[in-house]
């Protein structure tokens, strides 16, 4: 009897074993890490200033900066279409709305570096220098109802409640349809 129950418990072993080298390989996990940025792009920099033009909705370049700046708190329509590539109406008004403020205020803006994102850009609070106040650019893009708010839970140091400003910039754009807002909310 316990030679049976012996090899019954071979034969299972046996069988798990085989299954195991049939199993798909697990996913690589090291894919859903962020890149080393720093490793790459350098140390990053707390505040920087100077001429900046938009690449897209929300992100900036500009003379001698490196990395590009991504917009803190704000999500615009992508530039392009991942599968056709054809440029999208709301990417291409939002990149036209934020170039348009850049230009009013001679392209001068002063940014607050918080961390990077998964592309390597610098994510930072940006200005424009306009009188008789500095425009909050992401701010701007959300109240004129061209980007929607983007980790607005993520407090930053210097502007703690700026998340709940984001936020209620959404709401008053979203009621009262201003930009994409009637066409995200599939209205005619």
Same mark, same amino acid.
């Given at each position: 009897?316990?030679?049976?129950?012996?090899?019954?418990?071979?034969?299972?072993?046996?069988?798990?074993?085989?299954?195991?080298?049939?199993?798909?390989?697990?996913?690589?996990?090291?894919?859903?890490?962020?890149?080393?940025?720093?490793?790459?792009?350098?140390?990053?920099?707390?505040?920087?200033?100077?001429?900046?033009?938009?690449?897209?909705?929300?992100?900036?370049?500009?003379?001698?900066?490196?990395?590009?700046?991504?917009?803190?708190?704000?999500?615009?329509?992508?530039?392009?279409? #991942?599968?056709?590539? *054809?440029? /999208? $109406?709301?990417?291409?008004? @939002?990149?036209?709305? !934020?170039?348009?403020? =850049?230009?009013?205020?001679?392209?001068?803006?002063?940014?607050?570096?918080?961390?990077?994102?998964?592309?390597? #850009?610098?994510?930072? *609070?940006? /200005? $424009?220098?306009?009188?008789? @106040?500095?425009?909050? !650019?992401?701010?701007? =893009?959300?109240?004129?109802?061209?980007?929607?708010?983007?980790?607005?839970?993520?407090?930053?140091?210097?502007?703690?409640?700026?998340? *709940?400003?984001?936020?209620?910039?959404?709401?008053?754009?979203?009621?009262?349809?201003?930009? =994409?807002?009637?066409?995200?909310?599939?209205?005619?």
């Amino acid at each position: 009897m316990k030679a049976l129950l012996f090899a019954c418990l071979l034969a299972i072993a046996a069988d798990a074993a085989d299954a195991q080298q049939r199993r798909p390989p697990e996913p690589d996990r090291t894919a859903d890490k962020p890149p080393d940025c720093a490793a790459s792009m350098g140390a990053l920099t707390k505040d920087w200033s100077g001429e900046a033009y938009a690449i897209d909705g929300v992100t900036l370049g500009g003379a001698g900066l490196k990395p590009p700046l991504r917009l803190w708190g704000v999500q615009a329509g992508e530039l392009r279409d #991942r599968q056709s590539g *054809q440029e /999208t $109406v709301a990417g291409m008004r @939002a990149r036209a709305a !934020l170039e348009d403020m =850049l230009d009013k205020g001679g392209h001068k803006v002063k940014c607050r570096t918080m961390r990077w994102d998964r592309e390597c #850009r610098a994510v930072a *609070q940006c /200005t $424009v220098e306009t009188s008789p @106040a500095p425009i909050d !650019l992401g701010g701007y =893009l959300i109240s004129s109802g061209l980007a929607y708010g983007f980790h607005l839970e993520e407090a930053l140091p210097w502007e703690p409640r700026a998340g *709940q400003r984001y936020a209620g910039a959404e709401a008053e754009a979203r009621k009262a349809s201003r930009g =994409l807002w009637p066409a995200w909310l599939g209205e005619k």
